[in-house]
């Protein structure tokens, strides 16, 4: 098979990781015998200092007649002064919204080896596996109508209003996703709302259950939110999929970011629109850019989504993923995931984790060929 990859890599630790992350993908095309091009372009502080403007339109061209988006992190403090839609992270909202992804989807995953990373005691994170499903384009965060009375309240009153709203195409699309993924996870669907309460929740519920219907092999359950965000702290390894509208889902999947105990070793990925796009979760990172420091496994694990949501390579993903867990496991730690409480760890740069990844995922591959071919 044959993929484009446009490669954003973006501003401070993005060029760093996403080349690591690249690097990862070229092996696995070569090895597995597809082909993959990366083509590269600008967005954030990196095409404003080039061009301008956070989002050139040959990075748009280039993004939408691309098979996927890879994006590293935008973000640059010299330009904080610049308007809002100016700065480099108006580049990231753009491209966003020009590919119209409407499904976020984000794991929350525990690594055995990292288990004392995490506030959580290891017996309650240990086996956690579970897909964040976020709806990203409707809900609250986009709602008419939206407005704040600032006249009035800087004379002592004012009002503010936004509106949370869906319509029932919008809740079955995503949910169709979450559903689809289910099956092929471990067949379990939590749909978290807030029913009790809001009429936009009772709709989707209503909606959800009816997409149930379609998939007799997944179980749904209903959550409201305010007891989801507890039950993720306690028993996490009860949820498999989790489907959640715009707000409730950017809280949640940061709440469950404790599970796996370091922002550089989160993946996401937005599908549903025009391209998909794939960035690690975290920032720029400008207080450790140029230093060797930043961990690479977040971009890394991206481009496992890559492989499992846009090349369709499900096993490649899967090794993927699973080297990842046994480079870890072998102590190997960047500076965010080091301890000095814990023995056996190898302190190591980003472009040497990248390495220990590339090299054990080349030699498993290898390992694998030469079975097929006994
Ligand atoms: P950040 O995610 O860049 O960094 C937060 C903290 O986590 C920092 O201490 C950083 O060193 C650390 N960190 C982040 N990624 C890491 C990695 N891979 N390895 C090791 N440590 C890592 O968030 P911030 O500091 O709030 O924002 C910095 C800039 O990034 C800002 O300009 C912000 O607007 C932008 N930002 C961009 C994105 C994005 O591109 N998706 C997301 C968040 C923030």
Do not use: C
């Amino acid at each position: 098979m044959k993929l484009k990859l446009a490669v954003l890599a973006g501003d401070g630790i993005g060029p760093e990781v996403t080349g690591e992350a690249v690097k990862i993908l070229g092996a696995v095309a070569e090895l597995s015998g597809h082909t993959f091009e990366f083509v590269p372009g600008l967005i954030g502080g990196v095409a404003i200092a080039a061009t301008g403007t956070p989002l050139p339109s040959a990075t748009l061209e280039l993004a939408l007649e691309a098979d996927a988006v890879l994006l590293g992190a935008v973000g640059d403090a010299r330009y904080g002064a610049l308007p809002p839609d100016k700065r480099p992270e108006a580049g990231l909202l753009q491209i966003r919204q020009a590919l119209g992804g409407f499904a976020n989807l984000r794991p929350s995953v525990a690594y055995a080896a990292l288990s004392e990373n995490s506030p959580l005691r290891p017996e309650v994170t240990e086996g956690v596996d579970i897909l964040f499903v976020r709806e990203l384009l409707g809900g609250l965060y986009f709602g008419a109508p939206r407005w704040w009375d600032r006249a009035e309240t800087s004379n002592g009153g004012g009002e503010a209003i936004n509106t949370m709203r869906y319509t029932k195409a919008e809740v079955v699309r995503v949910a169709r996703v979450a559903f689809e993924l289910a099956g092929k996870r471990r067949k379990k669907v939590t749909s978290v709302d807030k029913a009790n309460v809001l009429e936009v929740s009772q709709l989707w519920r209503a909606a959800v259950t009816e997409v149930a219907q379609e998939y007799p092999s997944v179980t749904l359950e209903h959550q409201l939110v305010d007891s989801m965000a507890m039950h993720l702290m306690n028993t996490p390894r009860n949820f498999d999929v989790v489907l959640t509208e715009n707000l409730f889902g950017d809280i949640l999947s940061d709440e469950a970011a404790v599970i796996t105990g370091s922002l550089g070793m989160l993946p996401s990925a937005t599908i549903g629109g025009a391209v998909n796009l794939y960035e690690p979760v975290h920032g720029s990172a400008p207080d450790i850019a140029g230093t060797g420091k930043a961990n690479p496994l977040g971009a890394i694990l991206t481009a496992a989504m890559v492989l499992r949501h846009s090349a369709h390579l499900e096993n490649e993903a899967a090794g993927l993923e699973q080297t990842v867990r046994q480079v870890l496991a072998a102590g190997h730690r960047t500076a965010d995931l080091a301890r000095s409480s814990e023995a056996g760890q190898t302190l190591v740069s980003t472009s040497e984790m990248g390495k220990l990844v590339h090299h054990r995922l080349t030699e498993s591959i290898d390992r694998r060929q030469s079975l097929h071919a006994v």
